[in-house]
């Protein structure tokens, strides 16, 4: 608990968001310094030196030279770029940006779903070719589809809400009983905060049983060392034939060369990414001309979009409310977490 901390956002500024901060920390000596947006980005030395809480997407390349920082607040759902700091060794802080992307994901998690259910791929196809096409399978209901959750964090529970109104069946495989999310952002009237909405919940045990029964499988753990490759070979031919494979985290939990013959050799029906194995993907990729492929350029957490700035300050606000009157912090991550567990 610190009444007057010295405050340092490394993000474009919201004159609003830092209004109600100001309101909130009267006594912080709150500075904004130069958007960290690219890794290896350092800054000026004095910029860190007294700096008692970091709010940014990433921390500066010369993260060493920060002598008194507390806490850390990143706008990213994921967090590997703390990992390597020397945050647990410092007793530093962290929280994350959990429950600012729930409502962009979701919905695209659901077009996706839709896209392969209406068989859009092909009808795009029909239309360049002039081609008016009213087959059976362009007119095709998602309602009593099953889609499974591998992870039920904040993108699954909002993705789960909706796809629980348009009457689809929900699964979801986790490490741990479907629990009450007290302490994790989330924005009104979005998600399943108290786990309500599984129809079946599967422990890692129940695997075959899970990855076989899904229309729908959505990936939505965090990247960490023991999620990469956490899907591989053995776990895709577990999925049916008919099933589609939906990405929204990261693209190593999926193994890269068993996700490339899986779709050229059509172990699935097909799949949708918005996550990649390098940024940009090179050109050669295959990934670029696989035909039974729907891929985005990592656009479906639209941090781009009106909406991520404000929420991004509104879990850094709340945060700092909690911070300065001693209670427990919106998202904050575990030791566990920080050890890449």
């Given at each position: 608990m610190q009444s007057a901390p010295n405050i340092l956002i490394l993000l474009k500024e919201e004159e609003k968001a830092l209004a109600e901060l100001r309101a909130i920390a009267p006594n912080a000596r709150v500075k904004v310094g130069p958007w960290v947006s690219g890794h290896g980005q350092s800054l000026p030395s004095e910029m860190l030196r007294g700096v008692d809480i970091l709010f940014c997407e990433l921390?500066?390349?010369n993260f060493s030279d920060f002598d008194q920082l507390k806490w850390i607040q990143l706008t990213s759902a994921g967090y590997t770029q703390v990992l390597n700091l020397s945050v647990l060794e410092k007793g530093i802080r962290v929280t994350n940006g959990l429950g600012n992307f729930d409502i962009p994901i979701a919905e695209w998690n659901l077009a996706m779903m839709l896209w392969w259910h209406r068989n859009l791929l092909d009808a795009q196809v029909s239309q360049r070719n002039k081609?008016?096409?009213?087959?059976p399978k362009y007119q095709r209901e998602l309602r009593g589809s099953t889609v499974g959750f591998y992870g039920y964090g904040g993108i699954a529970r909002e993705t789960?809400?909706?796809?629980?109104?348009?009457?689809?069946?929900?699964w979801a495989l986790t490490r741990g009983p479907v629990a009450k999310r007290d302490l994790t952002f989330c924005v009104d009237g979005t998600g399943d905060p108290d786990g309500l909405l599984p129809d079946r919940v599967f422990s890692d045990e129940g695997k075959e049983e899970f990855l076989g029964g899904v229309d729908y499988l959505i990936i939505t753990v965090p990247l960490t060392p023991l999620t990469k490759g956490l899907i591989g070979e053995k776990e895709l031919r577990m999925l049916k034939p008919s099933s589609v494979l939906i990405n929204c985290a990261r693209g190593p939990i999926i193994e890269e060369q068993a996700y490339i013959r899986c779709l050229r050799e059509g172990w699935i029906r097909?799949?949708?990414?918005?996550?990649?194995?390098?940024?940009?993907l090179p050109p050669e990729h295959p990934l670029w001309t696989m035909p039974n492929l729907i891929m985005t350029a990592h656009i479906s957490g639209a941090s781009g979009g009106v909406h991520f700035?404000?929420?991004a300050y509104s879990v850094f606000n709340?945060?700092?409310?909690?911070?300065?009157?001693?209670?427990p912090l919106l998202n904050e991550l575990t030791r566990s977490q920080l050890e890449g567990k």
């Open positions: 921390p500066p390349h081609v008016f096409d009213r087959a789960a809400r909706l796809a629980k109104t348009m009457g689809l069946k929900i097909g799949s949708a990414t918005d996550v990649h194995y390098a940024y940009p700035l404000p929420r709340q945060n700092v409310a909690r911070y300065c009157s001693g209670q």
